[in-house]
């Protein structure tokens, strides 16, 4: 009988403990649930299915609203969809609740430069860098982010910063950096930017763009230099000798040979950061061996000048000619020539 109550007695607990499980097992689940739906909603981001990390996130923050790592989970499968206006209050809503999340401010420095928010991306990056000074792509894209906005001298150190620490950044760090000093008039010092990034690019197009702004650049720096010479001689025979300048059809219908002087030279002078004028001289010469009657002289200066307003440039050169045959005065011609130049782009210009 005692046997027999004890029994009854086990029996009355078993049935109470077989009660109670269920409801706390479902509790259990229940409050493990948004964790389980994180853990599956990060395997997918990084698995590259954003459509199936933004439905568990979603699950998750259903579960528990105030969990930071969720929202900026979520924040980042939206900068990933370009989905940047959706991004951006989750990423503040994560930082209010846990500013210390590892790459928080990197993200949300991607997400304005991506908004075209330069100044506040490049606060973010500078918050990575204030961290990590050696973040490589928080360097390069606060190099790229000061550059966006204009400020050129800082922007060349981040860049730099950058080319050093890496090798896969350093093609298109050395581009905007020549770029930067070529904005800054360092020509000198933007030429060897833009010849690396042309030998060293992984594509096309950054090979391309490198090597158009080298084209630009050398001419800047043919252009920067107040003198430029030039001069050649040579020996030609002529079996039908000219006897007066090019545009007058007179020949001596005889043969000779003759040698042939060329000179030119020009001098440019700024007046201001949007002006220039100059002059120049070029001069022709034949010394035939034994028509010297006939021997041709030209003597062609130059008077010219240049004003740049944004992507217009305007041009103005007055250029006379003189022609001699023989030491005497033959011909003279007065040319007036006006030019206007358009930049489509800051490395095309139509004129």
């Not at 620490?165 to 800054?184: D, K, M, N, Q």
């Not at 060293?200 to 001419?219: N, P, S, V």
């Amino acid at each position: 009988m005692q046997r027999q109550r004890k029994m009854g007695g086990k029996f009355v607990w078993i049935c109470i403990v077989i009660c109670i499980m269920p409801a706390g097992l479902c509790g259990a689940v229940h409050a493990d649930s948004g964790t389980v739906y994180y853990d599956l909603a990060v395997f997918s981001f990084e698995a590259g299915d954003y459509r199936e990390a933004e439905n568990f996130l979603t699950k998750a923050l259903a579960e528990n609203p105030d969990d930071a790592y969720a929202r900026f989970y979520l924040a980042r499968t939206y900068l990933k969809q370009k989905r940047f206006a959706e991004a951006e209050p989750l990423f503040h809503s994560a930082w209010t609740l846990d500013p210390g999340i590892p790459g928080l401010s990197y993200e949300m420095g991607v997400l304005y430069q991506n908004m075209g928010k330069h100044d506040r991306a490049l606060a973010a990056f500078e918050n990575v860098l204030a961290e990590e000074p050696d973040h490589v792509t928080a360097l390069y894209h606060a190099g790229t982010s000061q550059f966006m906005l204009g400020q050129y001298r800082s922007a060349i150190d981040y860049l730099a910063r950058a080319a050093d620490l890496s090798e896969s950044v350093r093609p298109t760090a050395a581009y905007y950096g020549g770029i930067c000093h070529f904005r800054l008039s360092e020509f000198a010092l933007a030429l060897p930017q833009f010849d690396y990034a042309a030998s060293a690019a992984d594509t096309i197009t950054l090979r391309q763009d490198a090597e158009q702004w080298a084209r630009i650049t050398r001419l800047q720096i043919a252009r920067a230099k107040p003198w430029q010479l030039f001069a050649k001689a040579g020996w030609l025979y002529d079996d039908n000798v000219q006897l007066a300048p090019l545009d007058i059809d007179r020949f001596a219908e005889e043969s000779d040979s003759a040698g042939v002087f060329f000179f030119s030279g020009r001098y440019v002078m700024t007046a201001s950061d949007n002006m220039d004028f100059g002059m120049g001289y070029s001069h022709y010469q034949t010394f035939y061996r034994d028509f010297d009657d006939y021997n041709l002289i030209g003597g062609i200066p130059e008077v010219f000048s240049e004003y740049r307003l944004d992507r217009i440039t305007f041009g103005l050169a007055y250029i006379p000619a003189y022609y001699w045959v023989d030491v005497e005065s033959y011909l003279m011609q007065h040319q007036a020539t006006p030019e206007i130049r358009y930049r489509l782009t800051d490395n095309d210009e139509i004129g």
